[in-house]
Nanobody
Framework: HVQLVESGGGLVQTGESLRLSCETS????????MAWFRQAPEKEREWVAS???????DYADTAKGRFTISRDTAKNTVSLLMNSLRPEDTARYYC????????????WGQGTQVTVSS
């Protein structure tokens, strides 16, 4: 049973940066893709970025140009570098894994809170 553990959240000011990390208890290679999602209070969870086993990356419009998703297969870790943070980026950020042959992200971490003050 693979577990995902996020870290790196915190309180920052507008314009500052944060790097979130997601460590898997198993092999990162067992997933077809890894992604970051976020959920703000009273809002639906939204997708932020994905990285596929091939190395292909994809971003939500709100993340393009500011966020970078990356992976370290040796450390079984996926990271999300977030630059130029805005108050609207305040949310709980979740790491998720999608297994081969599956259409949805079915393995989730507990999340890490990011708060951006104005």
């Amino acid at each position: 049973h693979v577990q995902l553990v996020e870290s790196g959240g915190g309180l920052v000011q507008t314009g500052e940066s944060l790097r979130l990390s997601c460590e898997t208890s198993g092999s990162l290679g067992s997933f077809l893709a890894m992604a970051w999602f976020r959920q703000a209070p009273e809002k639906e969870r939204e997708w932020v970025a994905s990285i596929f086993r091939s190395g292909y990356t994809d971003y939500a419009d709100t993340a393009k140009g500011r966020f970078t998703i990356s992976r370290d297969t040796a450390k079984n870790t996926v990271s999300l570098l977030m630059n130029s943070l805005r108050p609207e980026d305040t949310a709980r950020y979740y790491c998720a894994g999608r297994r081969p042959g599956r259409s949805a992200y079915e393995v989730w971490g507990q999340g890490t809170q990011v708060t951006v003050s104005s």
